[in-house]
């Protein structure tokens, strides 16, 4: 299991991935939006979206758990 | 003159406009989106009013409601700031016709130089140099070889519907070129169905030179030198400086009348700034211009004595410009560093809550910014939260200050660039002066020591 993290501070712009889609090393994930900047957090691991601790238009804080990859 | 201006913008720069009316004994209508209720421009105009909402195109690019303020708080002008609606045309002729004087030039002026094409036109007619190139797409190698004759070596390969850098090469000569071009040309044809190629001439070493501009409705024009502004990072500017520690002062003196020259021709009135690249020989070239006060005007003051806000307003009112060129003189030096709610390596936003904020003071020092102790951060706008200025009698004298006095500019709660940027004023080569729009890809380690 990997979570991924965000990378900054800032709300969730767009939810690129569903529960249970497969993706790899690489792949967006999430797109945060911050200070007109729009920031991707990328997949770190292969694997299935087991969960997705966020919904579009929450404020994250660097380093909360944003996907649980498998 | 003016009895009562609203400023239409937030942030340090309200403050900082703030701060000239009261000299000149103006009144002042702030507005304030949510989320700046606290900013400190609020509590420093004189009049304060809530626009609502939390994003720009909710609050501060709310038209209707800025001039719906502006008739309500009974305004004679208002002044744009830099950024959000200072370089909309639009919003400049619905003032002119509820009859509110737009601080800045005429709207027909501010869309010629909004739009890329029409304004490197417009430049090049008025006499500026434009980065030379083909005036169309080839993908005939005899005809680029004669273009690139009458361009010169360097010389910048492009595909004309390319991007990404895909079908670019940088070629330094005749042989270069002709084993260049084909290949090129096919692979463009492959990726964008167009093998049609652009030749532009190479900047080397380029640096960020503008020319900072003020002119007056009576036909009066003058250019209160240059800044440079070559450190940058994702393209924006992190550090500028004037005078340009690399300009001649036969350039200095060339730049200046072009760029005046361009302002009359162009019927231009209020400051502007006309942005230039510069080779490492001293040739300069049109990038944009900037119909409104720049975020770093403050060197200029520094070195000039001359308040650019004052001036602006002065201009807008109907008055004469109230020097001629002879009259300006560049005294000392100032660097001006903006300070990001950023990681200082990744250069990611990082918005926040403030538990303390503490200033280098003295002489020479000067401080731009509308946060205080405990503001919030918001990831709303720019992440620009403060500049700091200082001036001196030299530019080694000032980035001596700098190293001594950063340290002691503490901002708690958040993380800025402040790491960063004294990295950059201590950096060898940014004594030297070689400074280029790649310094920080070329000299700044993304990770800390």
Known sequence: MVEMKANMAG??????????????????????????????????????????????????????VVVVIE | MFKKVL???????????????????????????????????VQEATECYPLGGTRVHESYLNIDKVLQIAKEAEVDAIHPGYGLLSENGDFAERCAER???????????????????????????????????????????????????????????KAASGGGGIGMQLVQ???????????????????FGDGTMFLEKFIEEPRHIEIQLLADEHGNAVYLFERECSIQRRHQKVVEEAPSPFLSEETRTKMGEVAVRAALQ????????????????????????NTRLQVEHPVTEEITGVDLVEEQIRVASGEP?????????IEGHAIEVRIYAEDPYTFYPAPGQLTDLQLPQGDGIRHELSIHRTSTISPFYDPMIAKYVVSGDSRDAVIRRIEETLPTYKVEGIKTNIPMIYDVISHPQFKAGRTTTNFVELYYQNQPN
């Open chain 2, 7 to 41: 400023i239409a913008n937030r942030g340090e720069i309200a403050s900082r406009i703030i701060r000239t009316c009261k000299r000149l004994n103006i009144d002042t209508v702030a507005i304030y989106s949510d989320p700046d209720k606290d900013s400190l421009y």
């Open chain 2, 321 to 329: 410009l109230r020097f001629r060129q002879k009259d300006l003189t």
């Open chain 2, 173 to 191: 000569n005749e042989a270069e070129l002709m084993k260049a071009f084909d290949g090129n040309s096919k692979r463009a044809t492959m990726f």
């Open chain 1, 11 to 64: 709300s969730v712009w767009k939810i690129v991935v569903a529960q249970g889609d497969q993706v790899q090393d690489g792949d967006d994930l999430v797109i945060l939006e911050s200070m007109k900047m729009e920031i991707p957090i990328p997949a770190e691991a292969d694997g299935v979206v087991k969960e997705i601790k966020v919904a579009e238009g929450d404020f994250v804080n660097e380093g909360d």
């Open chain 2, 266 to 289: 162009l019927g231009y009135s209020n400051a502007g700034t006309i942005e230039f690249l510069v080779d490492a020989h001293e040739h300069f070239y049109f990038l944009e211009m």
């Open chain 2, 99 to 157: 009859g509110f004087v737009f601080i800045g030039p005429k709207p027909s002026i501010m869309r010629k130089m909004g739009n890329k094409i029409e304004a490197r036109r417009t430049m090049e007619e008025a006499g500026v140099p434009i980065v030379p190139g083909t005036d169309a797409a080839t993908n005939d190698l005899e005809e680029a070889i004669q273009e690139a004759k009458r361009i010169g070596y360097p010389i910048m390969l």
